[in-house]
């Protein structure tokens, strides 16, 4: 099997890139684009629905295990929650994420694609076209940075050493988080757009990360995969394990996303 989730992996990445050449036009010409806002106010382009038709024509043919399996995305077709519910295995994919990065001209925006099964995802890829860089893993294959020179394997660091070094969204300083930070002696604050924040965890550029809040699991999916298997976690608040498909909604509840495994962050997220 592991094997074949290399195979499966690599061609995933590939996808993603794939998808990201589509949104790169668009990102040259970002001022002049025209930008709608779904119903949770987010941001939706042009640049996502290419991106999500690259993937979706890739994918959607794509045997795994000797069968198609069902792709959802943040921009695909709506699929009732009883139905996604009888899902053994599916696709998980955000097209853009970051896209109130990608508006605004920066360059921390993301594919994210990842494979479920069992509740878990078994294979992450997380690429980041205007950087030429991306990440990959798949479960017990551990994880890797990839750049046009290679890829590299990379850990998460452990132990924590203070101060730690905590990343955060650009957009959300929320005062869960600040309660929590409030309580360590010192800390190093890193602000990052997109599924990125999961990769600086991956690769030992930081040692927490926080989202306080309801995301889509196409936000959390692929990230999660690369951190579990570059050797760190990712739980709710209540230290509960992340778990897909496993509810009556396409949200996940908030997360917390760490390096090292046995630090006691009990004791920092007591409330």
């Not at 195979?7 to 990201?20: R, S, W």
């Not at 790169?24 to 949770?40: C, G, N, S």
């Amino acid at each position: 099997m592991n094997n074949t989730l290399e195979k499966i992996a690599h061609d995933v990445y590939q996808t993603a890139v794939a998808a990201g050449e589509a949104i790169l036009p668009y990102y040259e010409k970002v001022k002049d684009l025209e930008i709608e806002y779904k119903e949770d106010d987010s941001p939706l382009t042009a640049a996502d629905i290419a991106s999500h038709a690259v993937i979706e024509r890739q994918l959607a043919h794509y045997v795994v295990y000797d069968k198609t399996i069902p792709i959802l995305s943040e921009e695909g077709e709506a699929h009732s929650l009883a139905e996604k519910l009888s899902w053994q295995s599916y696709w998980c994919v955000d097209p853009l994420d970051g896209t109130k990065e990608f508006v605004k001209g920066h360059s921390e925006f993301t594919v994210n694609i990842a494979l479920i099964e069992q509740h878990q995802p078994i294979v992450g890829v997380i690429y980041a076209p205007a950087l030429k860089i991306g990440y990959v893993a798949w479960k017990k294959g551990g994880a890797y940075y990839c750049h046009p020179e290679g890829r590299e394997v990379i850990r998460a660091k452990t132990p924590v050493e203070e101060p730690l070094r905590v990343i955060a969204s650009r957009h959300h300083g929320v005062p869960r988080i600040e309660a929590i930070l409030n309580q360590l002696p010192a800390y190093n604050l890193v602000s990052r757009g997109s599924a990125l924040k999961f990769c600086e965890i991956a690769r030992g550029q930081a040692d927490l990360f926080l989202r306080t809040t309801q995301t889509g699991e196409w936000d959390n999916a692929a990230g999660q995969c690369i951190v579990e298997e570059a050797g760190g976690a990712v739980f709710h608040f209540d230290l509960s394990p992340v778990r897909y498909n496993n509810s009556l909604s396409y949200k996940t509840n908030p997360i917390v996303v760490v390096g090292d495994t046995t630090f006691a962050w009990q004791d920092l997220l007591a409330e």
